[in-house]
């Protein structure tokens, strides 16, 4: 336990440490192993020492399911990775962005019938992850489809006031979720109605966005799914997850802010200058 | 109100981190070259996938005796997480290989 626990500090540490040297030309390929050491340090520790709140660890069986889970997606994302063309490398992040969403949300929305009735900082923190999750799924894959030329601008007046609809219902549903006394076992309908006005939101946020703003719309969606990771680890009370998740939650904020600066756009400008008549933001 | 604030009592160690960890991120990024603002993102985008601890330990303590929905979903997230975290660092790398032939 204590073991686990020093090998999430380590990992933490490798992963600052590696986002400090991806800072800077030189050592920007070192940064990138680094972090990646600290992942697999966790995840290998967790794996072989996590223990539930009964004590038991992870048996032998669902052992080699989660190695099967992993080589598949490890073999699929190494392949598309070192593949895809030079030029596709925006739209792969923004792909990749998007699953670990999806692993967000899906964590959050698995985590919910475990919650306790009345327990409402548990019950927020697996409801913010949902919903954080699920829209950078979902805009993310519009990115990707925007950058890839599969998806095109889509702009229309009405459009600021349906989003502001569909966001106004999306945290009134999570609101009612957190507050209600009923047991999760009989919100199951809401917890996957949330999911879906989630995903939709997501959509609809990113649809009217131009071309040309999506590398901004990414590092944005980007810092979404390291917070989304966060409130997930508030649901295991896991340190790992908690510092990785709010440094990409912070420094994919400033890295946002400053990719805006280096186009000389204000994010504000970005996102809502392109619902109205910033014509001029769409490439 | 008050569940909340007890919630953050109970976690305030949590917070704690929470707060360090705004700072350290902003602290690490705030110097860095244009030129690097894609390939960093790439790289935060793979550290995010840190989700994938959260799906190792709900699919390492999920029930295997009999088939579920649930257990398709959180196998799922695991691949997914998986995809983040390996495809995430794999094309960060790429496209720093990339950026040293150029400076070449």
Partial sequence: DTLLELSYLVA???????LKLLSHPKTARNGNLWAFGGM???MLTTLLLHKNPEGEGISLANIWIIMAAIGVGAVIGWIIARRVKMTAMPQLVSFYNATGG???????LLEYPNAVAGDVGSILVTVLGLIIGAVAFSGSMIAYGKLDGKVGDLMKPFMTYLNLFLMVLTLGLGIYIVVSPNPPSEMIWAIYSLLVLSLIYGVMFVLPIGGADMPVV???????????AAMAGFIYNNQAMILGGILVGAAGTILTVLMCK????????????SFGGGASAAG | MEHILQYFFEYKEAIFIIALSIFLGIEVISNVPAVLHTPLMSGANAISGVIIIGGIILVGHADLSRFSLDLVLGILALIFGTLNVVGGFAVTD????????KKK
């Fill in chain 1, 12 to 18: 933490a540490l490798l992963f600052v440490f590696g």
């Fill in chain 1, 40 to 42: 697999a340090l966790a």
């Fill in chain 1, 102 to 108: 999806a692993a967000s949300a899906l964590v959050a």
């Fill in chain 1, 218 to 228: 990414i590092s944005l969606l980007n810092s979404f799914t390291g917070i989304a």
């Fill in chain 1, 262 to 273: 280096a186009m000389n756009r204000s994010l504000i400008n970005v996102i809502i200058g």
């Fill in chain 2, 94 to 101: 790429r496209m720093l290989e990339m950026f040293k032939k």
